[in-house]
């Protein structure tokens, strides 16, 4: 039961252009939307988040969209810089819950 | 101010025995979650661990225990290996429970069960 699902594997951009990475959710009851990214060898690092009372968030070159009637979550890096080559992990919290619910992860490629 | 730290960074088992994985928060946390990323998967949500007390599991069966220390480091315990067990464990810490609380992951211990 994948409650959040990433459906592209990997990505690849040109550096300098804007990559935009996708998110699904099934759970009406998640309430709070994470991006997480992820270098080889290294933990998950929090990118930025945002409440499901709120359609947008931005900080600095990464910005996450929220669209609730579709159950549909993405964040935007423009432009694209060769350090954010990694894993980026879309994630979520249900309401209440305590845990962190992941999608597979895209893996996010930036060519010079 | 030290980050997360989880120790052995590599381990391999064979079936039916038994392991113990070790995280140290980072300074001033005292929630630990535990989690279990299988090759190509997302982490998946094994417990968390508030002030020594077990504070939400995931979809885990019991052989899946952990504890909790004074000083907020933590241990996961998986008894009677099985294939499926070869995974990377995260540990993450925060600063309090409750989604809000950004978790900081340590790079994981990569086990493999033979």
New interface residues.
């Given amino acids: 039961d994948q409650q959040?699902k990433?459906n592209s594997p990997s990505l690849s951009v040109q550096e300098g252009r804007i990559s935009i990475l996708n998110c699904d959710y099934t759970n009406s009851m998640f309430?709070?939307f994470l991006w997480?990214k992820k270098y080889p060898?290294?933990?998950?690092?929090?990118l930025i988040s945002i409440s499901s009372i709120k359609d947008k968030n931005e900080d600095g070159r990464f910005t996450v969209f929220l669209n609730k009637s579709a159950k549909h979550l993405s964040l935007h890096i423009v432009p694209s810089q060769p350090g954010d080559s990694a894993v980026y992990?879309c994630?979520a919290?249900p309401k209440g819950?305590?845990?962190?619910?992941?999608?597979?992860?895209t893996r996010l490629t930036i060519n010079p | 101010e030290t980050g997360?730290t989880q120790s052995p960074t590599h381990l391999i088992k064979t079936r039916g025995q038994q392991v113990t994985l070790r995280c140290s928060s980072q300074s001033g946390h005292n929630t630990v979650?535990w989690?279990q990323q299988a090759l190509?998967?997302?982490?998946?949500?094994i417990f968390?661990y508030?002030r020594e007390e077990e504070?939400?599991r995931?979809n885990f069966p019991p052989r899946f225990s952990g504890l909790q220390f004074p000083n907020y480091s933590s241990e996961l315990n998986v008894n009677a290996l099985e294939l499926d067990d070869s995974a990377l464990y995260?540990c993450?810490s925060s600063p309090g429970?409750?989604?809000?609380n950004?978790?900081?992951?340590?790079?994981?211990t990569r086990l493999t069960v033979l």
């Fill in positions: 959040v990433q309430d709070y997480y060898a290294e933990g998950p690092t929090f992990f994630a919290t819950a305590q845990k962190l619910v992941f999608g597979q992860g | 997360v979650s989690y190509g998967q997302g982490p998946q949500f968390q508030y504070n939400g995931g995260l993450a429970q409750g989604p809000y950004e978790q900081f992951f340590g790079p994981g």
